[in-house]
Nanobody, 125 residues
Framework: QVQLVESGGGLVQAGASLRLSCTGSGRTLIDVLTMAWFRQAPGKEREFVTA????????YYADSVKGRFTISRDNAKNTVYLQMNSLKPEDTAVYYC?????????????????WGQGTQVTVSS
């Protein structure tokens, strides 16, 4: 089992930055899992934001955040980060950290076995 805890959300103005953190614990080693961030805005379906492999190589991003968000991980700290720059009101959502041992379909929530409780990000215009 893996437990994931997100932190770092908050209320910011458009154009500001935030860094989210997700720290994992449990029997399964975080450093062998692909880690991802998803988000869900009110009234909308959950959507993929970004993911990073266990090695930290070749992260990929949703088109809506490409060039503004950066995912990174520190396996020694069992932590993955999401640096969000140039935030827009449409980035407002609950952001969830997720982890999986799968190597396919990594942009779909169904591929992920472990989820955090979510952290709210609100961007005002």
């Amino acid at each position: 089992q893996v437990q994931l805890v997100e932190s770092g959300g908050g209320l910011v103005q458009a154009g500001a930055s935030l860094r989210l953190s997700c720290t994992g614990s449990g029997r399964t080693l975080i450093d062998v899992l692909t880690m991802a961030w998803f988000r869900q805005a009110p009234g909308k379906e959950r959507e993929f934001v970004t993911a990073i492999s266990w090695s930290g190589g070749s992260p990929y991003y949703a088109d809506s955040v490409k060039g503004r968000f950066t995912i990174s991980r520190d396996n020694a700290k069992n932590t993955v980060y999401l640096q969000m720059n140039s935030l827009k009101p449409e980035d407002t959502a609950v952001y969830y950290c997720a982890a999986t041992s799968s190597v396919v379909a990594l942009t779909t929530g169904a591929a992920y076995s472990y989820w955090g409780q979510g952290t709210q990000v609100t961007v005002s215009s």
